[in-house]
């Protein structure tokens, strides 16, 4: 890396910062800090959606499941089992790594459509387990979960939510930045232009595939134990099919192949149904509208096209 | 044969129907297109919907299945052409997100337009169920049945007999070679949207005395319409009628005999295993990739 791109790269993250550190001065009430705490989480899953649709060009329509059973294996752990926060939370992860891992090497031989509806199926049945199996999830009605303590110290209150999650996003960028100026990183973008071409290359394609695909739902599941100690309940829609496409459209609205784009299509789509709640009936129907006016008008995403790609590492025409 | 194995049988080939219609609008449209239309659902329910509120309007049941398939067939015209046609030569991650964010959309035109809640039809001739074998058997099951053999029947007399449909059938086959004979592509693509989307509107009307429908009915239909398009080999017809049937007596079968709470996920099982053990399908072609 040149000297000049290691400056690109970090000042990148540290004009995030600078913005996570000022937007506490913009926010008025605890109201606001809960929106800004949930655009934090949820641009963490996109962050890492994004390594696996943006940069490996692989789509994911289950990714909520991912995130619900991280949030699930918390939230029965403290509440029915007595086990600290944190410890369930590494276990989660550590389950969801294993059963992405398992399903990853069969379901990423799929491509396009064939990969999209495998993933909304694992989905699917995942988060219609979670409902049935009431004995344990609390079924339809969700369940309710205490707070996030460790070592002692009880995690409460928006402010120190606000800067856990601010310190986690920015780790979160770090890292993913990091991969993608990596060999993998590269990987995943020459068996994005073409699988066929990165194997001839010598790039092991299905290894590349399944470590983002583990890499992002490990993510979403240690994300979803923070949001249930944070939101004090879950229930089974939070790993549905509708959330999952609503994690997607974050990602390509910001911009695919864009980690700040994910953040701020995460950010943007986080905040506009509290904005736009005189129109509350409509929600439905604006968000589709802007999956589908995204697609269409700016194939790559907000923050691409308000850049003009000037900033931003192009994409070798295919 | 016992009469409860037989009720299961009754009742998944009724709801396997609809499946089967829904399949066969994916294939078409597969066909025409190579994009895979996951607001497919939201034309089952549109139609189901539509004529709900128009008998509401006090219009009698034949005129308003007439309006509201019209209806649920210009909707599908209009999808295609600013939705689809517009992202032409997209990737088909892109062309996903466009059909899955058409159906958010229509989804949520629906909440709207009819709110959210259950409606129902009045069975077509009567409720007094036939016993066959100790199970029973709806009027309306025949309904279905019915529809979908003459929907099916008519399907084959279109792309048989007809240049419209022998256009659609060429276009499938080679684009650039039918637009070499003179065949409007883009027309193509407009009567495919228009084809599935008559296709699901017939489906969810007829399937709504039995089942009920809601602006929310769509999402699961649609894509158990697809479980059945890919069961039998995406873009084979036969094989969309064949997975469509099966599906639905997966379903039936799995509600009956082992347990109510996880039919819905008997579909997206047998999609995982078509998809990780035969991609092909049932009916598929073998091919090769092209790279």
Redesign the interface.
């Known amino acids: 890396m040149t000297g000049k791109r290691r400056l690109e790269r970090h000042s990148g993250e540290a004009v995030l910062a600078l913005v996570l550190l000022a937007l506490p001065l913009l926010l008025p009430n605890a109201y606001a800090y809960d929106i800004a705490v949930n655009a934090g989480f949820n641009a963490m899953v996109c962050v890492g959606l994004n390594l696996l649709i943006g940069y490996a060009g692989q789509i994911s329509l289950g990714h909520a499941a991912f995130f619900g059973l991280g949030a699930y294996a918390s939230g029965i752990l403290t509440t029915r089992y007595g086990w600290p926060p944190l410890a369930a939370l590494v276990c989660g992860a550590a389950g969801v790594g294993l059963l992405s891992w398992l399903l990853a090497r069969p379901v990423l031989r799929l491509r396009g459509h064939f990969l999209a509806m495998a993933t909304l199926g694992i989905g699917i049945i995942i988060s219609i387990a979670l409902n049935t199996e009431s004995w344990l999830t609390g079924g339809s009605d969700g369940l309710m979960v205490g707070d996030f303590s460790v070592l002692g110290r009880t995690l409460s209150g928006d402010r120190a939510w606000y800067a856990v999650v601010a310190v986690l996003l920015l780790v979160t960028v770090s890292m993913s930045r990091n991969l993608i100026d990596s060999p993998v990183g590269r990987a995943l973008r020459a068996l994005h232009g073409s699988e066929v071409a990165a194997e001839v290359a010598g790039i092991d394609t299905a290894r590349c595939k399944v470590l983002v695909f583990v890499l992002s739902a490990v993510l979403a599941s240690i994300v979803g134990s923070l949001f249930v100690h944070y939101a004090g309940m879950i229930t089974p829609a939070r790993a549905g099919f509708m959330r999952s496409i609503e994690l997607v459209t974050m990602v390509v609205f910001g911009g695919m192949a864009s980690t700040y784009g994910a953040v701020i299509g995460a950010a943007i789509l986080t905040a506009l149904p509290q904005l736009l709640t005189a129109f509350e009936d409509y929600e439905t129907m604006i968000f589709g509208a802007i999956m589908v006016g995204t697609m269409i008008f700016m194939p790559r995403g907000l923050l691409v096209t308000l850049a003009g790609c000037r900033w931003l590492p192009r994409r070798p025409a295919p | 044969m016992s009469s409860a194995f037989l009720q299961y049988l009754f009742s998944g080939l009724t709801i396997g129907s609809i499946y089967a219609l829904a399949g066969l609008g994916f294939s078409i449209i597969y066909n025409a297109s190579h994009v ?1 239309n996951f607001a497919q659902g939201e034309f089952i329910m549109i139609g189901a919907m539509a004529t709900v509120s128009l008998t509401g309007l006090g219009l009698p049941l034949a005129a308003a299945i007439a309006l509201a398939v019209a209806a649920t067939v210009l909707v599908g015209a209009a999808v295609a052409r600013f ?1 689809i046609m ?2 032409r030569g ?1 990737s ?3 062309l ?3 059909t ?10 629906a ?2 337009l009819w709110g959210k809640g259950y409606h129902a039809l009045p069975s077509f001739s009567g409720d007094t169920p036939f016993v066959v074998m100790g199970a029973t058997l709806l009027p309306q099951s025949l309904w279905v049945l019915g529809t979908t053999l003459a929907v099916i029947a008519g399907l084959g007399w279109f792309f048989g007999r007809t240049l419209y449909g022998k256009a659609m059938l060429a276009t499938s086959c080679n684009r650039l070679a039918a637009q070499l004979v003179g065949i409007r592509v883009s027309g193509v693509l407009l009567a495919a949207f228009a084809l599935a989307a008559l296709l699901g509107a017939v489906g969810g009307i007829v399937m709504t005395p039995i089942t009920f429908t809601s602006s929310e009915a769509g ?1 699961m239909l649609g ?1 158990k319409g ?2 059945a398009a ?1 069961l039998g080999g ?1 873009g084979n017809g036969a094989g969309a009628i064949l997975g469509g049937l099966i599906v639905g007596v997966a379903e039936a079968m799995s509600a009956g005999y082992l ?1 109510s ?2 039919k ?2 008997t579909a ?2 047998i ?2 295993f078509v ?2 053990f035969m ?1 092909r399908g049932l009916l598929g072609q073998p091919g090769s990739e092209r ?1």
């Open positions: 895979i939705a517009p992202a997209a088909p991650v892109t996903i997100i466009i899955i964010g058409t159906s958010v959309f229509l989804r949520g035109a909440q709207v999402i894509l697809f479980s890919v995406l347990s709470a996880y819905e996920a997206f099982a999609i995982l998809l990780l991609p790279v």
